[in-house]
């Protein structure tokens, strides 16, 4: 980019490790010139509009509300915002005469309260609230319930949004909302305690607990501790999928349904893992990095992991489950025109690395 000239094109250059690549060549472009105003409703100029372009550029509007794109060509899409105004999407195709545009700013007026209760209709305090538009302008805001379980945000433009409630208390909830143009909107919202969730993580075979597994449940995390447990809580909705994963181990997940009454509880039993480990090179011998490895099932119907080659054509991958495997190479973009893909059988051994699974390309 250039401020006399518009912007080059775009050029998509692909690099193997350790590769390096000449003669890229990059022509500024014969642009026309993209000014504009920015105005309030009563047609004042409005400075510290801040005008967002296309390629990721920023300028502010100055004291007369004059911004400065600088030379560019084909469309573009500007972008202006400021705190207390309704942001604005400006969309010009840009010809052979310069251009300027000019936009009116309307205020951000809209106000959005609430209350939050819980199930036996009592006020809840330090409620994190979440307010994100939909319109995918406007910036999320965040603020706390007080004493009396109320909220309000203020400076809002008119739309729909999704509203987020969080408590370390209450299942997390969340709830859309529509902001009305000029009017104040006040919805009720609840809370509920949710439920929760006992596990226990141990090794198949001993029984011994597994610290510091990994527990995702619905996009959440938790980690087990010397005893090879923990305490999932404030879940909501009937049932939730429980995924464990631990270094050494093979990973396992399980759909949880709501209990009637009290806590769930569930006990995994996981595997010891298998390793497997080898080296990726072309027709000639020599490594090649950037490779892609996928391991499947040695059915091929499910793929188990997928790695990549080090500059020096290694690759391993952990946490395999023990059995027959099919174990592919595919060649890195910049030689997938030269490179056939390759696959061979393997197998996977509990608590062991298979070594040595080499693969080599053949030319096409």
């Avoid at 060549?25 to 000014?35: E, S």
């Avoid at 987020?164 to 009305?180: G, T």
């Avoid at 290694?314 to 059995?323: I, M, T």
């Avoid at 025109?337 to 070594?355: F, K, W």
């Amino acid at each position: 980019m250039h401020g006399r000239h518009a912007a080059s094109a775009v050029a998509v250059v692909t690099l193997t490790p350790g590769q390096t690549r000449d003669g890229v060549v990059l022509t500024l472009g014969r642009g026309v010139h993209l000014t504009g105003r920015v105005f309030d409703g009563n047609r004042r100029p409005l400075a510290g509009v801040r005008v967002e372009l296309e390629d990721g550029s920023e300028v502010l509007t100055d004291m007369h509300g004059v911004f400065d794109a600088g030379y560019r060509r084909g469309r573009e899409r500007l972008v202006l915002r400021r705190a207390g105004l309704i942001p604005e999407v400006v969309e010009v195709e840009l010809g052979r005469a310069d251009v300027e545009v000019e936009r009116l700013m309307q205020p951000a007026e809209g106000v959005l309260g609430g209350r939050v209760r819980d199930g036996n209709d009592q006020p809840i305090a330090g409620v994190r609230v979440t307010l994100t538009p939909a319109d995918g302008l406007t910036a999320t805001q965040l603020l706390w319930t007080d004493e009396r379980g109320v909220f309000e945000f203020s400076d809002l433009a008119p739309g729909t949004g999704r509203v987020e409630l969080d408590h370390p208390d209450f299942a997390p909830e969340q709830s859309r909302v529509r902001v009305p143009r000029g009017v104040g909107k006040s919805v009720e919202l609840r809370l509920f305690a949710g439920w929760a969730l006992a596990l226990g993580v141990r090794a198949r075979g001993t029984g011994a607990p597994i610290a510091g597994a990994r527990i995702e449940v619905d996009d959440r995390l938790w980690s087990t501790d010397e005893r090879g447990t923990a305490e999932v809580r404030r879940l909501a909705g009937p049932r939730v999928r429980v995924v464990v994963r631990a270094g050494g181990w093979v990973a396992h997940s399980e759909v949880v349904d709501r209990p009637e009454e009290g806590a769930a509880s569930l006990l995994f039993e996981l595997d010891e893992a298998a390793g497997m480990e080898g080296e990726v090179m072309d027709e000639r011998g020599e490594p090649v990095g950037g490779a892609q490895i996928v391991v499947r099932t040695g059915d091929g119907e499910a793929v188990l992991a997928e790695a990549w080659t080090t500059a020096d054509g290694h690759w391993s991958v952990p946490d395999l489950p023990e059995g027959d495997v099919l174990v592919e190479a595919i060649p890195p973009p910049a030689l997938a025109q030269i490179l056939a893909p390759v696959t061979v059988e393997s197998d996977a051994r509990r608590g062991h690395v298979t070594r040595e699974v080499d693969l080599r390309f053949d030319r096409l």
